[in-house]
RNA sequence: GGAGAGGUGGCUGAGUGGUUGAAAGCGGCUCCCUGCUAAGGAGUUACAGGAGGUAACUUUUGUCGAGGGUUCGAAUCCCUCCCUCUCCGCCA
């Protein structure tokens, strides 16, 4: 949620900002709207004043007079009433401009930063670094195809499950995804992370908080009878964990990590990425998470994808740092580095990672808070996959290929996989 | 899911329609006193939002789990929901 009051006062600063998203956006509606609700306001405080300290003569004459049916007082009873009908009708009036105000604010995405780059859409991303050296050997196998030869997922028989884009996981392609999880979680709870287990399902409030409501209903998966979600990605309950709260600047920055289940309706992706461990509708990840003062976001997001690419790093998976262009950016995003691993069968990078920084964007609508010289002031919040871990065993079969077609294990993991190969059983 | 109890300020805990944003205690803060037992005394101390002022501040509204209702007036009465505790049932 954007500054209401900043959308008040500077209007075209607010237009120009998040025009660099690459679409229009008007608030001349909602300005206008809160002119007329800021009316009503002061009306209604006014009212409010007067009916009060009525009300608290008429106590003062009842108690003093014992009795309380002569006519003054009756009197005083038929204007208090008075008070009480103009207040209601101003409130009614009061209620549904503020809600069409917030419903518009709800809608507006965060404002891009200056620092990313100008652009339209993906094209314009801009690569910031590469590590690692890419494999560029010809006709390798592509990772379902690898983990069809070893047994280690199938999703043929998950479709008879659930549909299309789901997976069940088999053998030690199980005892991988166990121990990408155990690995990532027990590095950033080294690095000073704590570790949250959240729900998995998250209410209508939740997915506001964090800007995947109102807007983008048709993403997530929404339980029947209950006021309850799949959650997409742990960056939702973890939001929602401090919300309206007032946190304690001595705790900050406070550092999350959390494994979770991801769930993604996948809408409008109909016939890409179909095959193997790309794009499901459930998944698994490992997310990072920070809450910490609005002056230190931009080095914690420095950090934060650092604590990304120290995954990669570790399991020498090749990857490029992306820094995603004004007009790519996620609606709660100020900027975003997206790390991208190296999928050799495709010969190209695919996203396993993306570190974003909201600013106060989700702390505004999630009200949360801390005391910066006696002031309340939002905080800002920022999120990494750190990783997924689809995306991750997927990258580990094709890079760790080998000609007799086993897998390589990167070092790291071993203690966790408890072997170095992975072949058919 | 059934039956009962309850949710009040940083904490403990009073308060069943009226000048109550809320007694008391603890804690916190300020000052004073005293070299003696982790002592005593005085004062002060909720939070959030709006408006106005560079600011100290002023003013106004809201807040006793949440949302509605009754009333001139609600922590207090009524309704709905949420949560906590105890007992029963079910259950990984």
Known sequence: MLDQKLIRENPTLVEKNLSLRGKVYKISLI????????????????????????????????????????EDLNKLKQKGNEYKIKISE?????????????????????????DAPLGKDERNNLQIKKWGDPLLTENLKSHWEIGENLNLFDSTKSARISKSRFITLIGNGARLER???????????????????????????????????PKFSNESFKCNNDDLWLSPTAEVPL???????????????????????????????????????????????????????????????????????????????????????????GFSSSRTYDLEVWMPSSKCYREISSCSNCQDFQARR????????????????????????????????????????????????????????????
């Open 179 to 213: 121990a990408l999880i155990n690995f990532m979680l027990d590095m950033h709870i080294k690095n000073g992370y704590i570790e949250l287990m959240p729900p998995a399902l998250v209410n209508s409030e939740s997915l506001k908080g964090s800007g995947q409501l």
């Open 31 to 70: 300005n206008e709207l809160t002119v007329k609700k800021k009316e009503f306001d002061i009306e209604i405080s006014n009212l409010q004043s007067e009916s009060k300290k009525l009300s608290k003569l008429i106590g003062q004459k009842i108690s003093k007079s014992q009795y309380n049916n002569d």
């Open 239 to 329: 939001t929602a964990f401090h919300k309206n709260e007032i946190v304690d600047p001595n705790q900050l920055p406070i550092k999350y990590v959390a494994y979770s289940p991801c769930f993604r309706r996948e809408a409008g992706s109909y016939g890409r990425d179909t095959k193997g461990l790309i794009r499901l509708h459930q998944f698994n990840k490992v997310e990072l998470y920070w809450f910490c003062e609005p002056s230190k976001s931009l080095e914690a997001h420095k950090q934060i994808t650092s604590d990304a690419e120290s995954i990669l790093k570790k399991l020498n998976l090749p990857y490029r740092l992306v820094d995603i262009c004004t007009g790519d950016l």
């Open 366 to 425: 999630s009200s949360i808070r801390t005391k910066i010289d006696k002031k309340n002031v939002y905080l800002h919040t920022l999120n990494g996959s750190g990783l997924a871990i689809g995306r991750t065993m997927a990258a580990i079969l094709e890079n760790g290929q080998q000609i007799d077609g086993s897998v390589k294990i990167p070092d790291a993991l071993v203690p966790y996989f408890g072997s170095n190969f992975l072949k058919t059983a």
């Open 90 to 114: 101003f409130e009614e009036k009061q209620k549904i401009l503020e809600k069409q105000i917030h419903d518009e604010i709800s809608n507006l995405p965060n404002f891009p930063s200056e």
